[in-house]
């Protein structure tokens, strides 16, 4: 129906949050002030619900913690929209109406173009290099693939990604991470 896939129904129908109340989703723990997080979390802007596996910047920050925190957020989530808009200026299919596509076609294109960016790349020259791989791999090969799902009932699982509680002990967290940053980090970034 028109006009019935805005940002929160979208939410709702997501492939990655189905896999997260399936309990098929990939491992993702953090821990940020001492606190652990298992489900890690996706930045997202105000129009989205204050859930524990998404943090959105402040829409009025009041003190210098929070407005750092809002400029880092913001920030971060440009950088995703610009890798995207990478991949759309190399690969023509991308920007083509999806309607016509099933959702697994469209993952499926979506993981495609991701692989061949990263296979041109290498090949030009500009993969990660040995070092910055071992860095970013080295946690994760010592983790389980997947969230145990324990036989927990579905529904609380969706009670745990909604939790708001979380979700604010996680930003508090956050803020309080990135303004104790190093004051030359601190300098560089604003």
């Known amino acids: 129906m028109a ?23 990939p491992l993702a723990p953090i821990e940020v002030n001492d606190n652990q997080y298992t489900k890690g979390y996706y930045l997202a802007d105000g129009i989205y619900p204050d859930w ?4 959105k910047g402040f829409a009025c ?10 400029r880092f957020q913001a920030s971060a989530r440009k950088n995703v929209e610009r890798a ?3 991949l759309q200026g190399r690969f023509h299919i991308l920007r083509l109406a999806a309607r016509t596509m099933s959702v697994n076609k469209m993952r499926r294109v979506m993981d495609c173009c991701i692989i061949l960016y990263n296979m041109i790349s290498e090949d030009q020259g500009f993969a990660l290099s040995d070092w910055e791989e071992e860095f970013i791999t080295e946690d994760m090969e010592n983790r389980p693939e997947r969230i145990p799902n324990r036989g927990r009932d579905q529904d609380v699982i969706i009670r ?4 708001r509680t ?7 967290d956050l803020v309080e991470h990135i303004w104790n940053l190093p004051s030359a980090f601190r300098t560089m970034n604003g």
């Open 3 to 25: 006009g019935s896939n805005n940002d929160i129904n979208v939410l709702n129908q997501s492939y990655i949050f189905d896999k997260l109340k399936k309990g098929t989703s």
């Open 52 to 55: 524990a596996t998404l943090v």
């Open 61 to 70: 920050p009041t003190d210098d913690p929070r407005i750092k925190f809002t």
């Open 84 to 86: 995207f808009g990478v």
């Open 160 to 163: 745990e990604i909604r939790d």
């Open 166 to 172: 979380v979700h604010d002990q996680l930003t508090d």
